[in-house]
């Protein structure tokens, strides 16, 4: 049958797209009129309905209360049929395989929902073509792997010309061509996608694309097609306990397609623990991970959680390393693309905070108090409101919590029971929780206490079970719990309590066990406990200032002894916050650095709340102090956007209570991490203000650390003059100090400096003094960084086996210490002992592990490194190009006339007139900033470049050149090349 007409069309697909569920009569005017409906659209609805059921039969189409609902067979839906096609064929293997999803994708011809509304197209056709464009790849896919790679190059080029961004098809065409022998052009296929990428959106190839592109590299024949990340994250938090009912919603998340859900209703209601729990059911379904992130959108004591920060901790379960300068929701749904997972947002505040989370695929649950329209409206998004319990649902909630036979022998107590508790979730456990000996008896403590309705007259019912459980309570517990409104994180521990309490540990774990029994907490892991956020709000408003203010000082001093502890098993610092007294005792023991990076990466969000509300109460200086502590932590493990974010809270507060020194601080770590993260300009200027900063107050030691570390910024940035002045200063400082771990810190500056101006003795003697004073003083981590340097050097001297030794012995300590930054540099250097000895296999291997070490970190200079390293190791310009423009972007100028030099070297031999600006330009940039090695770097590129075009007497000049200035600092592994560079131009002519 056909309808009659694109409105008659449109009310069938819009009631086909829910079949078996009530699709209102205002939703199906809006997807068959728009916003421009006439006030006769009603009618004409029902018109409509009544034609479709001559046509279907009376009883397909039904009427509801609020609209209507098709009733449909199985198999009657073409896109049923298509769906049991393609589960059918991921049953099969091979030939058998590709048949079936051949069958299943015969059931498209032409346009999906085409002759409907434009507002219903607009909606649902996006979701149908993602549907079979998925299954389209899975096909390309099946044949490539079972051989049929010329067959499938056609196809695949005529889909990325349709669908340029996709990277999946883009990553298959790659393959199929790579395996036609077509090499060649499989890499120029991920050329034309990269700038595409870049160009157009501003993203880099996601994880898919660029391990496609090392696989033809490394020659990889029967690859699988695209291996996602190994890390599988499975983060939900523990199902509550004693859920029970709610099957209807239950079953439309159960029977839902995947895309974005929106679970909404009033505070308490239910909303987290529907997702978690179904999220639970359903992790069989979502093999690539379950991530889960609390949006904090209503929490009294926090500010909601930034998409960049919660873009970071989704990132960060995904194994990536998040960086402020790249696009980190493009970075997000790359990883995520084409697979399997599942992703609750919780306690989400609006569309806002939401929309930069979303993936391209799988299922996103979303919770909020607000309806979020805008979000709807944009995604299309599916919305299950919960209102409070039915009858039902609330006698299986008590039947749950207090067991059928209690229930049964009270039943009317019972009924009255919920009715008291308004039929609200969190109530009626709070309520079941403190039932003595019978249910009546506590349905008349109930009625009798009055109501508390700080959140509205709808919550009157909640305040009511909260206060009968609180009056229930012990004392002691009772005190507990009114100081547990003074935590500002999501959880505490036992720990956390005894320093509200000012008791032992064991006194605390005993009373949150009686709160946890009253379910007023809720034990969420081991050892770490947490509020519902009403329950919090109780909490506060039972609490009283003369007891809070004390508590709320014990635990920030808690705080801050666990972290000066944790902080300690990391190593010494160049410099730290002058303090009036000891660091005090930690409750907490670390045995090992590992077991500190633990405890502070599971603190982390608990001490950011701290330091943020310390920002505004204090206690001063106490705030400042945490913040010296932490800084390392966050700076050293991938989380300097975060980092960033809390620093520029806790920096006006500084200011306005006149904490010179915290200012003076606090400008010197953002001036590190803004640098590390690729906005060189902001980190130069910060910390060129904590230079000033630290002088007006006296401060010498973090004058001297801002000193040296701008002496290393204005080396990457290609002013080694200043560089050299800037890093001797500091040493002379540093030693006036007594100072050795600022002294070290200066002096491999300085190694850097001199190496670069092709003065290898002195670096090396300032790395060899550097390598005695770590020892000295036992600084594990600027040891390791001054090896990995010395590597280098001695590689250059001509030292190899010494130069590998030293590098492995600097890449051992970084892994010790967890430093993914530390492992890229010693990587590297490892590459470039390979390449000396011509084991390009291995150099490939090596400088394909740095690269990932680095993006795991999010350095962007360590990224170039590796980049250069290894397009040097493949000869292939891709990472070349990349290594170019992160430099170039940066004003990292050294490192631009490195990579320019490199990609002269590989386009040399296929295309010497590309090949000669990146030599001209890379030679320009290296004798503008002084940089002698890379002056003979350069001038061997161009040697290269010439000899290619056939100018041998001007390729002759250039590499005895580069022999004269490698032979003229010592380097010993340059003038080898220059020396082979020379004899072949020799041979040639």
């Known amino acids: 049958m056909r309808p009659a007409g694109q409105k008659q069309a449109s009310v069938l697909a819009a009631l086909l797209l829910s079949p078996g569920r009530v699709v209102p009569e205002d939703r199906l005017i809006d997807l068959t ?130 669908h340029p961004y996709r990277e999946r098809l883009r990553a298959a065409l790659m393959l199929a061509l790579h395996r036609c022998g077509r090499t060649a052009e499989a890499l120029e296929v991920y050329s034309q996608g990269h700038e595409l990428l870049v160009s157009e959106l501003g993203i880099e190839p996601g994880q898919a694309l660029r391990d496609a592109q090392q696989r033809v590299l490394r020659g990889e024949d029967r690859a699988p097609a695209l291996a996602f990340t190994e890390i599988r994250p499975a983060e939900l938090p523990l199902a509550a306990r004693g859920f029970a009912g709610r099957a209807a919603e239950l079953a439309a998340l159960e029977d839902g397609e995947d895309g974005v859900w929106l679970i909404t209703g009033t505070a308490g209601v239910g909303k987290t623990a529907l997702a978690v729990r179904w999220a639970h059911a359903a992790r069989d379904r979502y093999p690539d991970g379950q991530l889960y992130v609390n949006l904090r959108g209503f929490d009294a004591d926090d500010e909601p959680l930034s998409p960049t920060a919660a873009l970071a901790q989704l990132l960060r379960a995904l194994g990536a390393a998040p960086s402020e300068s790249d696009d980190q929701s493009g970075l997000f ?10 992703v609750v947002l919780d306690n989400a505040r609006d569309a806002a905070q939401v929309l930069p989370l979303l993936p391209s695929s799988g299922r996103v649950l979303v919770t909020s108090r607000h309806r979020l329209s805008d979000l709807v409206a944009r995604t299309g998004a599916r919305t299950i409101t919960l209102a409070q319990l039915p009858e039902q649902d609330s006698h299986a909630l008590l039947v749950s919590a207090l067991g059928a036979d209690r229930v049964a022998a009270e039943p009317a107590a019972a009924a009255e029971l919920a009715e008291v508790c308004g039929h609200h979730p969190l109530a009626l456990r709070i309520a079941a929780a403190n039932v003595g000996t019978s249910i009546a008896s506590a349905v008349a403590e109930l009625r009798a206490d009055p109501l508390l309705a700080f959140d509205g007259a709808e919550q009157s019912a909640v305040a009511t079970a909260f206060s009968v459980s609180y009056q229930a309570l012990p ?42 029994a009253a379910n007023l907490v809720e034990a969420h892991a081991p050892g770490r406990y947490r509020f519902h956020d009403l329950v919090r709000r109780y909490a506060e408003e039972r609490s009283e200032s003369e007891e809070t203010t004390p508590a709320w000082e014990r635990l920030f001093a808690g705080y801050l002894a666990t972290a000066d502890a944790a902080v300690a098993e990391l190593g010494k610092r160049v410099v730290s916050l002058p303090r009036d007294d000891e660091p005090a005792q930690s409750p907490v023991r670390f045995a090992t650095s590992a077991e500190a990076v633990a405890w502070l990466d599971l603190e982390a969000p608990n001490l950011v709340a701290a330091l943020r509300r310390a920002a505004v109460t204090g206690p001063r200086p106490q705030v400042w102090y945490l913040a010296d502590a932490v800084r390392r932590f966050f700076h050293d493990h991938g989380r300097r956007a975060e980092w960033l974010e809390l620093a520029s809270v806790l920096l006006p507060a500084a200011r306005r209570h006149g904490a010179h020194a915290a200012e003076a601080l606090l400008r010197l770590t953002m001036g590190g991490a803004a640098f590390r993260e690729g906005r060189h300009t902001d980190g130069v200027a910060h910390t060129e203000e904590a230079a000033r900063a630290s002088r007006t ?135 470039a002992v390979h390449l000396t000895r011509d084991d390009h296999d291995t150099a490939r291997r090596t400088a394909a592990e740095a690269l990932e070490c680095a993006r795991q970190d999010g350095d962007q200079q360590a990224e170039a490194v590796a980049l250069i390293w290894l397009g040097r190791a493949t000869s292939e310009r891709e990472h070349l190009v990349r290594a170019l423009e992160i430099a170039t972007r940066s004003g990292l100028r050294g490192l631009e006339a490195e990579a320019s030099a490199a990609l002269a070297h590989v386009l040399a031999g296929t295309d010497p007139a590309a090949a000669r600006p990146h030599a001209t330009a890379a030679l320009d940039v290296a004798r503008a900033g002084g940089f002698r090695l ?9 040697a290269a ?45």
């Open 475 to 516: 004392a002691d517990q009772q005190r507990l719990f009114r100081l547990l409104g003074v935590v500002p994180g999501p959880d505490f521990t036992p720990h956390d309590a005894a320093a509200l309490l000012g008791s032992d540990a064991g006194v605390a774990t005993r009373l949150l066990r009686g709160l946890s």
């Open 697 to 831: 107050c006296g401060w010498r030691e973090c004058e001297a650390t801002a000193v040296s570390n701008l002496g290393s910024m204005l080396d990457w940035t290609g002013r080694l003059a200043e560089a050299v002045e800037h890093s001797q200063r500091a040493i002379e400082l540093f030693r006036e100090l007594g100072n050795p771990s600022g002294e070290s810190h200066a002096l491999n500056s300085l190694s850097c400096h001199y190496r670069q101006l092709g003065r290898l003795t002195e670096a090396r003697k300032c790395l060899d003094e550097s390598v005695r004073l770590c020892r000295k003083d036992s600084l594990a981590f600027w040891e390791a960084a001054n090896l990995a340097d010395l590597g280098a050097v001695l590689l250059a001297l001509g030292d190899v086996a010494d130069a590998e030794y030293t590098l492995l012995l600097a890449l051992e300590s970084f892994r010790e210490q967890g430093s993914r930054f530390g492992e890229a540099t010693a990587l590297s250097g490892l590459c």
């Open 934 to 942: 890379l002056e003979a770097e350069a001038l061997l590129a161009v």
């Open 33 to 162: 009129w728009g916003e421009q409906a006439p006030r006769s659209a009603r009618g004409r609805l029902q018109v409509h309905v009544s034609d479709l059921r001559k046509l279907l039969g009376a009883d397909v189409i039904t009427r509801a209360a609020s609209g209507y609902s098709i009733e449909v067979a199985p198999g009657e839906r073409d896109v049923d049929l298509f769906d049991d096609a393609v589960a059918h064929a991921r049953t099969l293997t091979g030939e058998a395989a590709i048949a079936r999803l051949r069958e299943a994708l015969a059931l498209w011809t032409g346009t999906p929902l085409d002759g409907v509304s434009d507002e219903l197209a607009e909606l649902e056709r996006p979701a149908l073509v993602e549907r079979r464009l998925a299954v389209v790849e899975e096909l390309h896919e099946l044949q490539i792997a079972e051989g049929h790679h010329a067959e499938a190059v056609g196809g695949l080029r005529k889909l990325v010309d349709e």
């Open 333 to 342: 749904r790359s990883l995520l693309a084409d697979r399997k997972a599942l």
């Open 945 to 989: 470049v010439e000899a290619a075009s056939g100018e041998g007497a001007q390729a002759g000049h250039a590499a005895r050149e580069a022999l004269h200035i490698w032979r003229d600092t010592g380097h010993v592994t340059g003038a080898a090349r220059a020396t082979r560079t020379l004899e072949g131009l020799s041979a040639r002519s």
